[in-house]
């Protein structure tokens, strides 16, 4: 079993993308899965695949869902983070949903990957005439800020969308939203990074690690040990608990988010629900119905609660919806940090370790540019946006909240 110049934990699509773009600066690259790639397991296999430049305000407190009771003391400090986050976090989000899109239009534009990305505007939905006024004002803010969004109205959403029955006052539209298919992106990438010469290994966890000298010198998995020149750790919701066990910590939450489809006419184009955290994708046959931010620990246990609220929610919206038969359920992990930026950079007192995780509920809209930035960070070179945004101890400081 030969050892990899660089070995990437997680085959989601942020593991992925590191690959990619570590694998074009040169020498070896091997990436880890503990299930199959594109499998249920994985944030990035269940969701809609939104990606563009829509979507890239933080997370507030008001946007997840906590049970009640007393916190653990990490969900307590990462509340308070939350709660201090910074809104300027929206034009680094921008930016790097910005060269994300511009990454999947060029690396899509022909090849397998062909089918599996489509860029034909976002439709976001109102029925509230208040919460529309308050859409277009932020719209407009937005827009001078080079996101290209315009305001329609009802018959402007039926001319878009002449199939469909709208039941809403007004629309936000933008002519950059975009969506991935998942998981046949992450399938797609997956075979496309394997014919270029990258070891892709589903079905491996991490055991354990060894570490000497300032540097991670020996992985343990459940198919064997591997001696990696560099690590990245891009596992998702469950990153913490890889690099807990290097004495690394981080702060990051999973928050869970939920998926159905359902049959029958759907948008040619996804649309978001304004007053609702739902979002619909097309699929072949009908859309995929996702949404949802509770915070509730590593449970992935679908809530059909959940599920019936968000296609209540649809069936408002687009009346058609309401007695349409569904079909697949997913809920899935989404890994978030406080400020909703990712962590991407090196890890702690080694040299060789790095991470790339944390994009939360947009983070399929960021893996491709965090994953260039990652690459160009373990090479060495000029990144591409400034890193500092990012910085994996940016939370490692004692802070006031005393925990």
């Known amino acids: 079993m030969d050892d990899p110049d660089v070995l990437v934990i997680g085959g989601g699509v942020a593991g992925l993308f590191c690959a990619h773009f570590l694998r074009q600066a040169g020498g070896s690259v091997t990436v880890v899965e503990r299930g199959p790639v594109g499998g249920a397991q994985s944030c990035s296999t269940g969701n ?7 979507g890239a305000a933080p997370l507030t407190e008001s946007d997840v869902d906590r049970p009640s009771g007393q916190p653990d003391a990490d969900l307590a400090r990462w509340l308070w983070h939350l709660r201090r986050a910074d809104p300027s976090a929206f034009g680094v989000l921008l930016e790097l949903k910005r060269q994300s899109y511009e990454i999947l239009r060029k690396l899509c534009a022909s090849g397998a990957l062909a089918e599996t990305f489509a860029a034909p505007g976002m439709i976001v939905a109102y029925r509230d005439p208040e919460a529309f006024d308050r859409a277009c004002r932020t719209a407009q803010v937005t827009a001078e800020r080079g996101v290209p969004l315009r305001i329609l109205n009802p018959g402007e959403v039926t001319e878009l969308e002449p199939d469909v029955e709208f039941d809403i006052c007004g629309a936000v539209y933008n002519e950059e939203g975009a969506y991935v298919r998942v998981p046949s992106l992450l399938t797609s990438l997956a075979a496309t990074l394997t014919e270029a010469g990258i070891d892709l290994r589903p079905d491996t966890e991490i ?3 060894e570490t000497s000298g300032g540097r991670v010198t020996r992985l343990r998995t459940t198919r064997g040990d591997l001696r990696p020149g560099q690590v990245v750790v891009a596992a998702g919701a469950w990153s913490p608990g890889v690099l807990r066990d290097l004495g690394v910590p981080l702060l990051l939450q999973p928050i869970r988010g939920h998926a159905v489809t359902v049959e029958g006419t759907a948008p040619r184009r996804p649309v978001t629900l304004g007053e609702e955290q739902v979002a619909l994708a097309p699929v072949p046959g009908g859309l995929r119905v996702g949404g949802g931010r509770e915070l509730v620990g590593y449970d992935r246990t679908a809530s059909p609660d959940r599920m019936a609220a968000m296609l209540r929610a649809a069936g408002r919206y687009l009346p058609a919806l309401r007695d349409a038969p569904t079909g697949e359920v997913w809920s899935g992990l989404r890994p978030c940090s406080p400020d909703s930026l990712p962590f991407i950079g090196r890890a702690g007192r080694y040299d060789n370790l790095y991470v790339a995780c944390g994009g939360g509920h947009i983070g399929m809209g960021l893996a491709p540019a965090g ?12 990144p591409d946006i400034d890193p500092t945004p990012f910085r994996v101890g940016r939370y490692s400081t004692e802070d006031n909240h005393g925990t």
């Open 207 to 209: 055991l354990g690690a």
């Open 48 to 54: 809609t695949g939104f990606v563009g430049t829509h």
């Open 371 to 382: 994953g260039r930035l990652l690459a160009q960070l373990v090479a060495g070179r000029s």
